[in-house]
């Protein structure tokens, strides 16, 4: 690996913009939201074809995405035991022989994402890693217990030491229209975070149109959430490339028009290290790259960091190794 591209991508100085405090609800902005399905889904189809990263820099992308995982377990029968082992793999996602032969030092994955009852154990595993503990809430994956519940479920998981919620949108004031509600939902939401940064997953899977995308995504921004994500992994449909172009354009537009940057994480079904160089390439080419780092871009992902230690492996020896020998947790 040339080390101009290293210092591109993998070592980019860690920048932290003020958070995104969100605006006044504008209905008239929020309407005027369009998305043209056929031109997103032509834009979105060329991208895996036009945008083959080098060789030669394959191997800095794929180091850059690791850092920005969210090393994810969100099974229900998630032990302390596996969420101990899963931050072990996220305090090194890497083996030491494979970053050395690629000149590259320590790396540490962007947050382990866990329910709200794994969230001692991930606390503890990752004590002095600096690494976040992501709790996902709000009655996640549906979002439809009692409203003062989901409010309850943040302040809780805050308290066990969350330093970022994942919380879902009630999807039916979406497919109503009721935007108020949604963003009078958000705030709320965001007021029981406090300093705890808030992930507002669309479940755009669930949202019927991507003018439904576009729309939620701005009132989501409005409402203050640092990062909007697309899916809780457990929808039919999860991330895809032209929701991730709908949403990166909503996240481009409220940056241009209020200078708040909002993250981006696409979740669920991305598991190859192929998918996750195509999402960067999308971020990079509609956001530049400032938005290629952890605090404004993460991977909400299982599977995504056995795939690419394989092909890392494979970039230093020439050879892949089975999956099997890449466990998560
Ligand atoms: O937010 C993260 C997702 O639940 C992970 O989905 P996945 O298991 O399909 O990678």
């Known amino acids: 690996m040339d080390t101009a591209t290293k210092d591109r991508t993998a070592q980019l100085p860690q920048v932290t913009d003020p958070r995104n405090a969100g605006i006044e609800l504008d209905l008239a902005w929020v309407r005027a939201a369009q998305a043209n399905t056929s031109a997103i889904e032509r834009r979105a189809a060329t991208l895996p074809a036009r945008r083959s990263v080098k060789k030669d820099h394959q191997a800095a992308w794929l180091l850059k995405a690791i850092t920005c995982i969210d090393l994810t377990t969100l099974a229900g029968d998630d032990t302390p035991g596996r969420v101990h082992r899963l931050c072990a793999k996220a305090r090194q996602p890497v083996r030491r ?6 000149g590259m030092g320590p790396i540490t994955v962007g947050a382990v994402c866990v329910y709200h009852e794994m969230i001692a154990p991930a606390v503890e595993a990752l004590r002095g890693s600096g ?4 709790a996902v809430s709000t009655g996640f994956p549906a979002g439809l217990s ?6 309850e479920e943040i302040r809780e998981s ?10 879902v949108i009630s999807r039916r004031h979406v497919l109503t229209g009721n935007w108020q509600a949604l963003y009078d939902e958000l705030r709320i939401f965001r007021e029981a975070c406090g300093e705890a940064h808030m992930k507002a997953i669309l479940a755009t899977g669930e949202l019927g149109t991507l003018r439904n995308v576009a729309r939620a995504s701005l009132v989501a921004m409005m409402a203050g959430s ?14 895809t490339l032209p929701v991730s172009l709908v949403m990166i354009r909503a996240i481009r537009e409220f940056h241009e028009r209020t200078g708040h940057r909002v993250g981006y994480k696409p979740a669920g079904g991305i598991s190859r ?17 400032r938005w290629l780092q952890p605090d404004l871009f993460r991977f909400g992902a299982s599977s995504l960091l056995g795939d690419i230690e394989r092909q890392l492996e494979h970039h230093v020896t020439g050879a892949y190794s089975a999956g099997w020998r890449h466990p998560m947790g």
Request: charged content about 30%; hydrophobic content about 45%; cysteine-free.
């Open 97 to 102: 022989d494979i970053l050395e032969a690629l």
């Open 131 to 134: 690494i976040p503990v992501a």
């Open 146 to 151: 009692p409203f003062h519940l989901r409010v």
């Open 158 to 167: 805050v308290k066990a030491g969350a330093r970022e919620i994942d919380i």
């Open 226 to 239: 640092d990062f909007i994500k697309t899916s809780t992994g457990k929808e039919s449909v999860n991330a």
């Open 273 to 289: 290290a192929k998918d996750a160089l195509n999402y960067l390439a999308l971020i990079k080419e509609e956001l530049g790259n």
